[in-house]
């Protein structure tokens, strides 16, 4: 069992900045991918970053350019630095992970983002 802690998560204005980060209990050795996912009232749960074992980023077209993905393999963390916040990304994120071996995956409890004109 793969523990995922978030935090980050707050209420902030449009153009402000957010940085979430995801510490999982697993070896990041062990995780073929690590990638945050956000789900808005009313709405299907999509991916909004992803990165890859080799270290590949992929990104959600609404994002590309204003959020980045990043991992400390030492403290088995990822971040999601989100610049440029607009209303339409008020949501809740969740962090994922899924393991090489078992190719079992994980969710976190999820962390609110609120931003507000």
């Known amino acids: 069992q793969v523990q995922l802690e978030e935090s980050g998560g707050a209420s902030v204005r449009v153009g402000e900045s957010l940085n979430l980060s995801c510490r999982a209990s697993e070896s990041v050795v062990r995780i073929q991918n690590m990638a945050w996912y956000r789900q808005a009232p009313g709405k299907e749960r999509e991916m909004v970053a992803r990165?890859?074992?080799?270290?590949?980023?992929d990104y959600a077209d609404s994002v590309m350019g204003r959020f980045t993905i990043s991992r400390d393999n030492a403290k088995n963390t990822v971040y999601l630095q989100m610049n440029g916040l607009k209303p339409e990304d008020t949501a809740m994120y969740y962090c994922?992970?899924?393991?090489?071996?078992?190719?079992?995956?994980?969710w976190g409890q999820g962390t609110q983002v609120t931003v507000s004109s």
């Open positions: 994922f992970v899924d393991l090489i071996f078992t190719g079992r995956a994980y």
């Open positions: 990165i890859r074992r080799g270290g590949t980023k």
